[in-house]
């Protein structure tokens, strides 16, 4: 190669590291799902949608917020039930249905330290494995907690977890003790 051309390489290699720096797959934001005391991290901006689920064996409306990065889909959900004593019943079949629908044989479940959330039932988080709505290998890491009468649900679904984006996710869910709902 001439010099001329060599330089030319150099400068067009040194500008697409550039451009690539410039776009982050992961832009983390902090974020407040409405009405909550909860504040979080997701690594794109979030989609929001509202619908009723079958909670505690009774419609109940589900909000959530989502996005889409790295192949792996980010979103937190929460309800807000009539009773707080209902909290350890429902997110024991929440944690049912979400297995069932990802047809996980099984789940690993382990304790999770979120501050502010409830003592009882305790926060966990459930590592699995299954299968898409479109048969497609999926791996999914979720959270469960509740504070007061709101439960919720924080999870990652992905074809191959990152473990750095996982921890990050986790790591950034805090509840505001000052005002549980």
Known sequence: MTPPLMARVTAASLLLLLLAACNPVFNWREVRPDNTALTLLLPCKPD????SVPLGGRPTELAMLGCDAGDATFAVAVATLDDAAQAAAVLAGWQTATLANLKAAGGQTGPLTLPGADALPPAVLVRASGQRADGRAVQSQAAYFSQGRQVFQAVIYADRMDPEA????????????????
């Not at 929001?48 to 619908?51: C, L, V």
């Not at 990050?168 to 709902?181: A, E």
Request: proline share 5%; aromatic share 10%; charged share 30%.
């Open 48 to 51: 929001k949608a509202q619908r």
């Open 166 to 181: 996982a921890e990050t996710f986790f790591s950034s869910l805090k509840l505001d003790t000052g005002n549980p709902r």
